[in-house]
């Protein structure tokens, strides 16, 4: 079994294309992927790229994804660090790290330049990943 680490453009990707990751793959998560994924889908929605009901629809598609949320003081305390060692303002993307190096055995994201960041920390696998067996 793979556990993969995913962002939230992945699970909004995945809730899109109505893709599933293959069996014997695990996904987490910081808890914040469900208000990052549903700002987004908000944001999408007030832009007119999306209905309402597609951003709804789109939301519960996430939640059926069976994400593993991670969000316990361990994982709070390694994404501090994180954030402190790379120098960042914030917290957020440094969450994702955590995860991935905490629970994952690679993380996924869509975002190259997170990608070139998120390299020198964690291990990195392709979206396509996800779906291979």
Same mark, same amino acid.
């Given at each position: 079994? *793979?556990?993969?680490?995913?962002?939230? !453009?992945? @699970?909004? @990707?995945? =809730? !899109? *294309?109505?893709?599933?990751?293959? /069996?014997?793959? $695990?996904?987490?998560?910081?808890? *914040?992927?469900? *208000? !990052?994924?549903?700002? $987004?889908?908000?944001?999408?929605?007030?832009? #007119? &790229?999306?209905?309402? $009901?597609?951003?709804?629809?789109?939301?519960?598609?996430?939640? %059926?994804?069976?994400?593993?949320?991670?969000?316990?003081?361990?994982?709070?305390?390694?994404?501090?660090?994180?954030? +402190?060692?790379?120098?960042?303002?914030?917290? #957020?993307?440094?969450?994702?790290?955590? +995860? =991935?190096?905490?629970? $994952?055995? &690679?993380?996924?994201?869509?975002? /190259? =330049?997170?990608? =070139?960041? %998120?390299?020198?920390?964690?291990?990195?696998?392709?979206?396509?990943?996800?779906? +291979? /067996?």
């Amino acid at each position: 079994m *793979t556990r993969f680490a995913i962002e939230a !453009e992945v @699970a909004l @990707a995945l =809730a !899109e *294309t109505g893709e599933r990751p293959a /069996p014997g793959h $695990a996904l987490v998560a910081p808890t *914040t992927l469900r *208000t !990052e994924a549903l700002s $987004a889908l908000y944001r999408a929605c007030r832009g #007119g &790229a999306l209905t309402r $009901a597609e951003a709804i629809a789109r939301m519960d598609a996430i939640r %059926a994804l069976k994400i593993r949320l991670v969000g316990d003081r361990v994982s709070q305390r390694h994404a501090w660090d994180i954030a +402190a060692e790379l120098g960042w303002e914030d917290i #957020g993307r440094a969450e994702y790290l955590a +995860a =991935a190096r905490l629970q $994952a055995d &690679a993380f996924v994201t869509l975002d /190259p =330049a997170f990608a =070139a960041l %998120a390299g020198d920390i964690v291990p990195l696998a392709p979206y396509s990943a996800l779906l +291979a /067996p």
